[in-house]
Nanobody
Framework: QVQLVESGGGLVQAGGSLRLSCVVS????????MGWFRQAPGKEREFVAA????????YGGDSVKGRFTISRDNAKNTVYLQMNSLKPEDTAVYYC???????????????WGQGTQVTVSS
């Protein structure tokens, strides 16, 4: 059983930054593909970023490219999401995800964290 615990969310003004962390236990972290998704009220869960075992990255689209950076520290069993130049439209619950294969589809993810709220005020 893989367990994921996110932290780092909060309230920030537009233009500010936050760094989300997700600590993984229950399975060898270095064997997992890790990702971040987000879900705003009334919307579907949206892919944000993913990182492979070796550090290759994928980003969800132009809305986050250049502003968000995903990284991982295999020694600390932790994946990060650095979010800069935040906008009100980034407001959502952010979820950490883990799987044995890389995927950008929320419905195929095997393991989820509990989510952390990010609120960006204008």
């Amino acid at each position: 059983q893989v367990q994921l615990v996110e932290s780092g969310g909060g309230l920030v003004q537009a233009g500010g930054s936050l760094r989300l962390s997700c600590v993984v236990s229950g399975r060898t972290f270095s064997s997992l593909f890790m990702g971040w998704f987000r879900q705003a009220p009334g919307k579907e869960r949206e892919f944000v970023a993913a990182i492979s075992r070796s550090g290759g990255v994928i980003y969800g689209g132009d809305s986050v490219k250049g502003r968000f950076t995903i990284s991982r520290d295999n020694a600390k069993n932790t994946v990060y999401l650095q979010m800069n130049s935040l906008k009100p439209e980034d407001t959502a619950v952010y979820y950490c995800a883990a799987d044995s294969v890389i995927t950008t589809l929320a419905r195929t993810i095997s393991n989820w964290g509990q989510g952390t709220q990010v609120t960006v005020s204008s």
